[in-house]
């Protein structure tokens, strides 16, 4: 590709052309793929419902898998997996195709049926794009939840999708440690009793407690399966999995995809995106247990036939070169993480970079949070060689795929560091103000996209009514995302970050109120309210103040049991930065806790309007903590 960029020229007229006839242009998509039945209609979109490829059939397992066997890809990697400790696991197209079917037939051996749902909380290892692609496979709908989430997190997904089937491991692994993901399902399914079967693999020898009748061993039961399971047509509206993400109440989403527009919608993409060809090794960073794992490590990938690489393990650990390493030696061509993992990578500095050659990169992507300039062109230079262009792509996990980026793999036009730039084909992008009208170039807007997309979601599981309030009543047609952004007079967007009560902690979604709830759940906590404040490795960290219930006092031993509480509640990636002890919050006269304050206190910027406040002397009080947090941190320096 060189490292030449090309002017706009027609690119913006063929954006233009594209989303006009939406329907065109995606049936031209989507008969890319092999389709089991061809659709009848390529779009029913009765608002906000729509329904994409209608009366086509399809099988999510068969296309990123059993298709590859017809050519030379059956020999070659599909799957690269490295542990921290340099374990390795390579599984060609036909082992993956072997272990998928062996797969699907123990779930099938187990009871599990088309529609039925199959929990995995499970680490980074292969088995866990195996479950993905086995319950695909049936037509079993699969829901992952991060491994790093904890008990309570990890049984409200459950008990949202009534599932009766979870897959685990004994342990995940992380910087040298064991994590007890056996011994914290055991802790779940007191909370979440419609579980009847868990299915444990085993990694270590380490003792875990076995339940007889619920509990079974993963390696016991693929005895007894079958070599070859049918994959089963499914309709393109069939549901491939729900995810949970984070929303502005307590409780999470559960992200419904469907098979056929989802998969229609990641293979596009991915091919304008980064130019995925069979012959690009991809190194997608997230855990699978988010949507980028999902549509960057398992789906889009394999549906081109590339290899797909896995690492289980962090940036730094057992050295900040680990990843460098990682690139040189599998020859990765597509590099694809956060910009929280950047910042730290570029706080180690350069010299970790010199002793790896990263001359096999072809194209470096960004992706989850807003990467700052001067960031990226430490990226460009460091890591690309000024050779490779950077892809920030800016998606969700309601999207399903990425929605705005550059795309190389099409037209490579200039790139301006920390603008997502334009919107791809298809997508009808823009940025409005509160009325929902567009905003003039330079002027702050909300984003929204104002024509359905076969990647977006069908709705929230069992929650049609959330679905339509969440996202389609702020703006009248149009979904609304929930972000900031701009345009600039060239059209290329800038995103600045969320616009409602979401955080982004080191690009992961976490919901203030989720997080309030876990301190409020504290015996001794009588109100709480949580923020994020900008950091300049995560993007964000979480603050929290508190109000006691009478009899308690403030000090260090709560502050370190709210932080066990959360940490016990949601993860450790949802642990408290800062616990602030007030007697009040500062509220709306009608009770709503006014965030928006709270925030201005911690940055030491205006508080803007108070009318609606009900008593001034609550930021009063947060003011004078504030400071006194302020001096005491001072004074440790
Ligand atoms: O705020 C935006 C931010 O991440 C949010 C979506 O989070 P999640 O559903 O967890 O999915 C993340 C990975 C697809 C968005 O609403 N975001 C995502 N990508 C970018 C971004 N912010 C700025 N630039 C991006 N490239």
Request: glycine share 8%; aromatic share 12%.
């Amino acid at each position: 590709m060189g490292g030449k960029f090309y002017p706009v020229k027609g690119y913006i007229d063929f954006l233009k052309a594209a989303s006009s006839d939406i329907e065109s242009f995606w049936a031209r998509e989507a008969s890319k793929l092999e389709w089991f039945k061809h659709w009848d209609r390529v779009l029913e979109w009765e608002e906000p419902f729509a329904k994409w490829f209608a009366g086509g059939m399809l099988n999510a397992s068969y296309l990123c898998v059993d298709k590859h066997l017809y050519s030379w890809h059956k020999n070659k990697v599909a799957l690269y997996w490295e542990d921290e400790e340099g374990h390795t696991k390579a599984l060609s197209y036909f082992q993956l195709y072997r272990e998928v079917n062996r797969f699907a037939s123990m779930l099938r051996n187990l009871g599990v049926n088309k529609g039925d749902r199959v929990v995995l909380y499970m680490p980074m290892i292969p088995e866990l794009p195996i479950a993905m692609l086995a319950s695909a496979r049936i037509g079993a709908i699969h829901t992952v939840v991060f491994s790093g989430f904890s008990s309570q997190a990890l049984a409200d997904r459950i008990n949202d999708t009534s599932a009766e089937i979870l897959i685990t491991a004994d342990f995940g692994k992380r910087r040298g440690r064991l994590i007890p993901l056996k011994e914290i399902v055991d802790e779940t399914l007191k909370l979440a009793p419609t579980i009847k079967k868990v299915v444990v693999i085993r990694r270590t020898k380490e003792a875990i407690n076995i339940e007889d009748g619920r509990d079974f061993m993963y390696h016991e039961l693929i005895k007894d399966a079958e070599n070859y399971v049918e994959p089963e047509p499914l309709e393109s509206c069939h549901p491939l999995y729900i995810l949970y993400t984070s929303g502005t109440t307590g409780k999470p989403k559960g992200v419904m995809h469907s098979t056929g527009g989802y998969l229609v919608y990641n293979y596009a993409t991915y091919k304008w995106v980064f130019d995925i060809s069979d012959e690009s090794i991809h190194w997608c960073t997230a855990d699978v247990g988010w949507v980028t794992g999902h549509s960057s490590i398992v789906y889009a990938p394999l549906l081109h036939g590339a290899t797909v690489l896995m690492f289980e393990g962090t940036p730094d650990y057992p050295d900040p070169g680990v990843w460098w390493r990682i690139i040189e030696k599998y020859g990765v061509t597509i590099f694809y993480t956060s910009p929280t993992a950047i910042r730290m990578l570029m706080r180690y500095g350069e010299e970790w970079l010199k002793n790896y050659d990263l001359s096999s990169l072809k194209i470096l992507g960004s992706v989850g949070e807003p990467i700052n300039p001067e960031v990226w062109r430490w990226y460009y230079k460091n890591v690309g060689g000024e050779r490779c262009p950077i892809v920030d792509t800016w998606w969700q996990t309601e999207t399903g795929g990425i929605m705005i980026s550059p795309a190389p793999g099409m037209e490579l036009i200039p790139l301006k560091p920390g603008s997502v730039t334009l919107p791809l084909p298809g997508i009808d992008a823009e940025v409005v103000d509160e009325e929902g009208k567009p905003v003039s170039a330079g002027i702050k807007g909300y984003l929204v996209i104002r024509k359905p997309w076969p990647g977006m979601l069908m709705g929230l599981y069992r929650d049609p009514e959330r679905y339509r309030e969440v996202y389609w009543s702020r703006f009248k047609g149009m979904y609304y995302t929930g972000d900031y952004a701009m345009k600039d007079e060239e059209g290329y967007f800038w995103i600045f970050g969320r616009a409602d009560e979401v955080i982004k902690v080191a690009g992961h979604r976490l919901g203030t109120a989720e997080i309030e709830s876990a301190v409020v759940s504290a015996p001794f906590v009588a109100e709480a309210a949580v923020i994020g404040k900008p950091d300049p490795i995560k993007g964000e960290v979480i603050v929290v103040f508190v109000i006691l219930k009478e009899g308690h006092k403030p000090g260090d031993e709560l502050r370190g049991e709210i932080i066990r509480h959360v940490r016990e509640h949601i993860g450790p990636i949802a642990t408290p930065d800062e616990v602030h002890f007030v007697a009040k919050l500062p509220k709306t006269r009608s009770g709503k806790i006014m965030r928006r304050l709270l925030k201005a206190v911690i940055m030491d910027k205006p508080i803007g309007d108070i009318t609606t406040l009900e008593d001034e002397a609550s930021i009063e009080e947060v003011k004078s903590v504030y400071e006194e947090f302020k001096h005491i941190m001072k004074s440790r320096l």
